[in-house]
């Protein structure tokens, strides 16, 4: 069964340092997206991805932060100069369909970035 | 703006009991609804989703959930808990119209199934 992978699982920054986050989304899916969970809280909306730009983003997601589709399979979640308050697991989820359909999310394993 | 409320951060049965989880939404219109479960350290697992068919849902691991519009409720049940159920579980919105695509998340509950 196809499904979303994510690397790394586990990142280590020191704060101020850049960090890359991967994913490959579901080969045929059209919209992609990244959220965050910080530990025992909820999880929370970044941004999504759509036809090679940001279709929606939340406040959380500033200037620091930024994605990319450098090819036809990967999927990244830059963060330009990390915070403590940066450590959390971060989920990539994927999507077939557009605007005219429900909105089945499939997620990856998470990355889980620890901020020093 | 949708948000989601999932009522009890910690839910305990005992293995054979009933399983109820509850989740109300706000939202202008109707949502599309959805139930996440998420294993200690690992990602989100759909279990069902409600997007304007059966009220009634059913999904993987004997779990179903009924969508009430005049509850605005989407509660999360299982007939006889498992000690295997034993996860956090997150009830999730998206608009039913409209472009935008993000999730909503409650703060999820946490289930433990005593032996």
């Known amino acids: 069964e196809p499904e979303v992978t994510q690397t790394p699982s586990h990142q280590v920054t020191q704060m101020g340092q850049e960090v890359i986050l991967r994913c490959v989304p579901i080969s045929n899916h059209l919209y992609f997206y990244w959220y965050r969970q910080i530990l025992g809280q909820k999880v929370e909306f970044l941004v999504s991805f759509y036809n090679n730009e940001i279709s929606e983003k939340s406040e959380i997601f500033d200037d620091q932060f930024s994605v990319e589709r450098p090819d036809g399979s990967n999927f990244t979640l830059k963060i330009r100069s990390t915070k403590l308050e940066d450590s959390a697991m971060y989920f990539c989820?994927?999507?077939?369909?557009?605007?005219?359909?429900?909105?089945?999310?499939?997620f990856g394993p998470g990355t889980r970035l620890t901020v020093l | 703006a949708q948000s989601v409320t999932q009522l009890g951060s910690h839910v305990s049965v005992s293995e054979g009991a009933l399983v109820l989880l509850r989740c109300n939404y706000s939202?202008?219109?109707?949502?599309?609804l959805f139930w996440y479960v998420q294993y200690p350290n690992q990602g989100l697992q759909l279990l069902l989703k409600?997007?304007?068919?059966?009220?009634l849902v059913k999904g993987i691991n004997g779990f179903e959930a009924e969508f009430k519009k005049s509850e605005t409720s989407f509660h999360l049940t299982k007939p006889s808990a498992h000690m295997s159920d034993a996860a956090e579980y997150f009830c999730a919105v998206t608009p039913s119209s409209g472009s935008a695509r993000q999730l909503t998340f409650g703060s999820g509950t946490q289930l433990t199934v005593l032996p």
């Open positions: 989820a994927s999507s077939e369909r557009g605007a005219s359909s429900y909105n089945e999310q499939f």
């Open positions: 939202s202008s219109v109707p949502p599309y």
């Open positions: 409600y997007t304007s068919a059966a009220t």
